[in-house]
């Protein structure tokens, strides 16, 4: 969800969304609305050179939105969470490609620059930077975080199209930024019981730990962001032995674990706060299932609400967390019948 700051004009909306900015045709990057919408990122870009989360930067600016945002410049809220920061910089990437405008390209290594430096020296990125407080400082696969990093950095690295213009050394640097967190995420893969499963959505900045980020996302086994880890693994051209048993030690534990015959539906209930209750459902033709998280020790999934206590249930938890959260879900249902075999198939040529 994006959220509009309170100085964007919101009267006269763009005609594209934000959400959508990396999925438009080649040749609207070089069109007025994209430059506009390049140099709104250029204002809400923070001194550290990273950009803050969950703000609609394709929503038109006047002067004084404009004045007030660069009265937040010094900020400290720059992050890789929810897409921010490697969205801005693979927009900027293709709008300087498009238009050859300086700004932007100037923008974009400031932003590039900052990626390098807030990766840790383990290989991992904190889900902020400056910002270490809490679980902030903490390794960050959560909504695909580290790893959307690491395809930006990937792509500049081998010189993908959009990113002609980078130079030599900062293509080095990215190189060696992407090889040090594949080593992250080789180091951070969870072993229980001698054998490896998958990850934890934060694992700790120092002993690589699964660890605990808000009151409800418990150190714990993910079914949601180890599918974006493997499948990051598997895109990898020339694999190690290593890598290559952390992704069949990883797809065997989500064979090992999905559900089957039950569904998670939501039943329209204006008494909820969501307007809606999500409940769980026998349905024996049901296609199979995997819990957000699931307890390192017995692999049973389990269900947190806001006083931080485990459960086995989801019914057993608020309303509030229970409707806003994806509790449950099917992404490795692609993996597991499309993507792995076909990775398989490679391996064997």
């Not at 959307?148 to 959009?162: F, I, P, Q, Y």
């Not at 329209?268 to 049901?286: E, Y």
């Amino acid at each position: 969800m994006f959220l509009t700051a309170p100085f964007v004009l919101a009267q006269t909306g763009s005609q594209v969304r934000w959400k959508e900015i990396l999925k438009q045709p080649d040749t609207w990057y070089a069109s007025p609305d994209a430059t506009r919408i390049a140099d709104n990122v250029l204002v809400y870009q923070r001194e550290s050179g990273g950009w803050p989360k969950n703000i609609d930067m394709a929503q038109p600016l006047d002067e004084k939105a404009k004045a007030d945002l660069a009265q937040h410049q010094k900020d400290i809220d720059s992050t890789i969470d929810n897409g921010a920061t490697y969205i801005q910089l693979s927009f900027l990437a293709r709008t300087f490609t498009a238009r050859k405008l300086e700004r932007h390209r100037e923008a974009f290594l400031k932003g590039f620059d900052y990626l390098l430096k807030a990766q840790y020296s383990n290989g991992g990125w904190p889900q902020f930077y400056p910002d270490l407080r809490g679980y902030y400082k903490h390794i960050t696969y959560n909504d695909d975080a580290m790893i959307g990093v690491m395809t930006l950095l990937r792509d500049v690295a081998e010189k993908r199209s959009n990113f002609l213009f980078v130079d030599d050394e900062r293509r080095h640097k990215a190189s060696v930024a992407v090889q040090n967190g594949i080593e992250c995420i080789l180091k951070t893969q969870v072993v229980v019981g001698g054998k490896r499963t998958v990850w934890c959505a934060q694992h700790d900045e120092i002993t690589l730990a699964p660890a605990k980020a808000r009151t409800y996302e418990l150190p714990s086994l993910s079914g949601g962001e180890s599918v974006g880890i493997i499948r990051f693994l598997m895109s990898i051209e020339k694999p190690t032995p290593a890598v290559i048993d952390a992704i069949k030690s990883a797809v065997e534990w989500f064979q090992e674990s999905q559900l089957t015959g039950i569904k998670w539906v939501a039943t329209p209930d204006n008494s909820k706060l969501h307007g809606f209750d999500r409940i769980v459902i026998r349905d024996p033709s049901a296609g199979p299932l995997w819990a957000r998280f699931y307890e390192i020790e017995t692999n049973r999934p389990i269900f947190v609400g806001r006083d931080g206590v485990v459960k086995y249930n989801v019914a057993e938890i608020e309303d509030e967390r229970r409707n806003g959260y994806s509790w449950y879900v099917d992404s490795a249902v692609s993996l597991l019948k499309d993507d792995y075999p076909k990775w398989l198939k490679k391996q064997q040529h």
